[in-house]
Nanobody
């Protein structure tokens, strides 16, 4: 059984910072790409940052220069440092990871339960 657990969400004023974590646990053989999605009220869930197993990162234009994605492969954990937060960053933030349970098993995507980030103006 594999679980992804996010932590670090909360309330912050505009211009502030938050750091999210996403910890994977269970019978994990390998974690490939990992990423962060967010879903604002009434909107679709969109990916805005991703990181490969070797640390190559991509960002959506809306967060580039303000957010930094990283991972610690030894801890099976991914992080999201969010700086210069804006009210439009308010959303539920989800982490996802492409995980293989064994070398013969195809990998598949797993999701965290989501964590609320609220940025007040």
């Amino acid at each position: 059984q594999v679980r992804l657990v996010e932590s670090g969400g909360g309330w912050v004023q505009a211009g502030g910072s938050l750091r999210l974590s996403c910890a994977a646990s269970g019978s994990i053989f390998a974690i490939n790409d990992m990423g962060w999605y967010r879903q604002a009220a009434g909107k679709q869930r969109d990916m805005f940052a991703s990181i490969t197993s070797v640390g190559t990162t991509t960002y959506a234009g809306s967060v580039k220069g303000r957010f930094t994605i990283s991972r610690d492969n030894a801890k099976n954990t991914m992080y999201l440092q969010m700086n210069s937060l804006k009210p439009e960053d308010t959303a539920v933030y989800y982490c996802t990871a492409d995980i293989a349970l064994g070398w013969r098993n195809p990998s598949r995507d797993y999701w965290g339960q989501g964590t609320q980030v609220t940025v007040s103006s």
